[in-house]
């Protein structure tokens, strides 16, 4: 039986309900990582996974953020953030930690969805944040392939990182004008998660230039295809060996009220 799971970063799930709940007829994924809900567990639309025969697991603080799991093929052993995740301009690591990290196992795939903070500028302290945080998390990632090599893992979502000069429409732009996401140390964090093991799996069946996963609202960047590819599902080695086929779901991105990101699924057999 093969399994499908993607990735997608919704831009508030509430505003988008009605999309969402209409691609997960057409998409039929079993597994769905979903980024930036902009929405608390209060206020989750639980009822739009539930009738459509989903289980859903959600982290969600306040209007900002937001991380959720959507599965048809079981949600076990769920996790918000990972051990010592680092938290901004706060106090209590526990407390305080942003919603950006969650897990759960789904058909015996570890499955993270991510929202890896955005370093607004290459001078700004959430810079060093976002940093940090891949850090962290990459240290945990590495340790988990070296308990387990045959680990089924799959790290998804939001990575606000292109990692090649491809992945962005004008790399010159973005280097003349010191913009994010492009960085050496940004890219540097990305390629640690590839150092330790973890292979991005849509790439080599959808391979750039010009394959982006986000087009800013501002500007007509997508009729313009003015992209950048920044949603990514690292798989560990006995996943990826498994991926059948990858789509990047770019029609999603069409029309009104849609998310400026678009999924990104996987098949594995």
């Known amino acids: 039986m093969s399994v499908k799971i993607a990735t997608w970063n919704v831009n508030s799930i509430r505003a988008r309900a009605d999309r969402i709940e209409a691609w997960l007829l057409r998409s039929d994924v079993d597994v769905v990582a979903i980024q930036e809900t902009k929405a608390t567990d209060e206020n989750f639309p639980w009822e739009l996974f539930e009738n459509n025969g989903y289980e859903v697991a959600h982290f969600g603080l306040n209007q900002w953020n937001g991380v959720a799991i959507a599965s048809r093929v079981g949600l076990d052993d769920v996790e918000r953030t990972f051990m010592d995740q680092p938290h901004f301009g706060k106090t209590d690591d526990a407390v305080h930690a942003e919603a950006r990290a969650i897990a759960a196992t789904c058909a015996g795939v570890r499955v993270w969805s991510l929202y890896v903070p955005n370093g607004r500028s290459r001078n700004d302290p959430h810079m060093a944040y976002k940093l940090q945080w891949l850090d962290v998390l990459k240290k945990h990632a590495a340790d988990w392939l070296q308990a387990d090599p045959q680990a089924q893992i799959a790290l998804t979502g939001d990575w606000n990182i292109a990692p090649r000069d491809e992945d962005v429409w004008d790399i010159e732009k973005f280097q003349r004008e010191e913009l994010t996401h492009v960085s050496e140390p940004e890219r540097a964090a ?67 009220g849609a998310s400026d990101h678009a999924p990104v699924i996987v098949e594995l057999d």
């Open 190 to 256: 990305f390629r640690a998660f590839e150092e330790a093991g973890y292979i991005d799996v849509v790439r080599p069946i959808h391979p750039g230039p010009g394959t982006y996963t986000y087009w800013d609202y501002t500007q007509l960047r997508f009729p313009k295809k003015e992209g950048m590819r920044i949603d990514f599902i690292l798989a560990s080695p006995a996943l990826a060996s498994r991926v059948t086929d990858a789509i990047i779901d770019r029609e999603e991105r069409k029309g009104k």
